[in-house]
């Protein structure tokens, strides 16, 4: 069984991929700068396999990565709000440390890098957009994305690969949860006000996957065999989950068994974009297991049930980081 490292490992979906990946009997090594704390990615280990490493991407020691076979490189600052916050340190944490741990992957003899990247690189587009289009990234968040997928695939040789995942945006319910992603802020806004927030101007396409299926996706580009991923870019997500805002609100009150009330909130979105996921499912076979119907009422559920706090002050990230940020904490 393959050994693998997971940085961001205490995130939204590194905690979701840990216990995923524990599932199926991996050897994890599980780092993290544990922003969003610790104890809550603690309480889902019970395999001894999975080690706890409270490190930081940017300098971490190398050694740690002796025996590892993959490494899925989650730490990021990771979301376009965030990522604006101070653009030199997300060009520090998400261009220049991700590219460290690949060069010291590939240093220390680890055979893949998985690079999760966002659909967010394509920005805005009129025309529906596969992994040959022409990308447009919009954002520090974007661009920092784009220039590390760019130079960590100079890296590849004979010895080391390393693949591209771009995310659609994820939901679903985690345990270090995120209430800035479109459909579980829009079940949140609803369980505490009664209205579903809509940002403005509802026309913007956006395409959409559940945490499960990325953590899914990212084990099916594990285990792929070499030539079908080495170098590779895959748009991660689902034709059918290619949806424009207000309608995506529509179908979340829907799901949720609830009037469609709305509010507006923000300025005009302009990152609009449908996607083409074909070649994930052409090459390796994946196809989503959950609706958008599934997450919306799988966080409802949690909402109502208490196991989800709709003011934990952790899940709208880039308070929680200008939190940190305030305290001295270093970021
Ligand atoms: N969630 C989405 O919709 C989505 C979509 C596209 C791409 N992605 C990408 O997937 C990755 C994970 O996203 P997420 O939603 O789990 O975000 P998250 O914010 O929940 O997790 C990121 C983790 O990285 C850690 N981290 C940040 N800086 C670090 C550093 N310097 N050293 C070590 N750890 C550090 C944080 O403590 C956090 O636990 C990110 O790269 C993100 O850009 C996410």
Redesign the pocket.
């Known amino acids: 069984m393959k050994k693998v490292l997971i940085?961001?490992?205490?995130?939204?979906?590194?905690c979701r991929l840990v216990e995923y990946l524990q599932d199926k009997g991996y050897e994890i090594k599980a780092?993290?700068?544990?922003?969003?704390g610790k104890e809550r990615l603690q309480r889902l280990i019970t395999d001894s396999k999975v080690e706890l490493v409270e490190?930081?991407?940017?300098l971490f020691d190398p050694e740690i990565l002796k025996g590892v076979d993959v490494v899925i490189?989650?730490?990021?600052?990771?979301?376009d709000p965030?990522g604006e916050l101070d653009p030199v340190k997300t060009w520090s944490?998400?261009y220049l440390?991700r590219f460290r741990v690949a060069v010291l992957s590939k240093v220390m003899g680890v055979k893949r890098y998985i690079l999760?990247?966002?659909?967010?690189v394509y920005g805005f587009q009129e025309e529906i957009v596969s992994e040959n289009s022409p990308v447009n990234p919009l954002t520090t968040?974007a661009k920092a994305?784009y220039k590390a997928e760019v130079d960590i695939k100079k890296l590849i040789d004979d010895k080391f690969s390393v693949v591209i995942l771009?995310?659609?945006?994820?939901?679903g319910y985690?345990p270090?949860m995120?209430f800035d992603?479109a459909i579980n802020g829009m079940v949140r806004g609803f369980f505490k006000n009664g209205k579903i927030p809509i940002l403005r101007d509802g026309t913007q396409y956006r395409p959409f996957v559940h945490?499960m299926d990325?953590c899914k996706a990212i084990h099916l580009a594990m285990e792929a065999e070499e030539d079908k991923v080495k170098g590779e870019v895959f748009n991660v997500g689902s034709k059918e989950q290619n949806v424009q805002i207000f309608e995506l609100a529509q179908r979340v009150a829907k799901a949720i068994g609830v009037e469609f009330n709305y509010e507006w909130y923000g300025l005009p979105d302009h990152r609009s974009y449908r996607v083409n996921f074909d070649k994930i499912k052409d090459v390796l076979g994946f196809y989503p297991d959950y609706t958008i119907e599934d997450g919306a009422k799988e966080i409802y559920d949690a909402l109502k049930s208490g196991i989800l706090d709709p003011d934990d002050p952790t899940t709208i990230?880039v308070e929680w980081y200008k939190k940190l940020i305030s305290e001295g904490v270093m970021?």
Not at 73 to 79: K, P, R, Y
Request: net charge positive.
């Open positions: 940085t961001g490992a205490g995130g939204y979906i590194g780092l993290d700068r544990f922003y969003f490190k930081d991407i940017r490189d989650l730490a990021a600052l990771s979301n965030t944490i998400n440390g999760p990247s966002s659909c967010s968040y994305n771009r995310f659609a945006t994820v939901y985690s270090r995120r992603l945490v990325v990230t970021v």
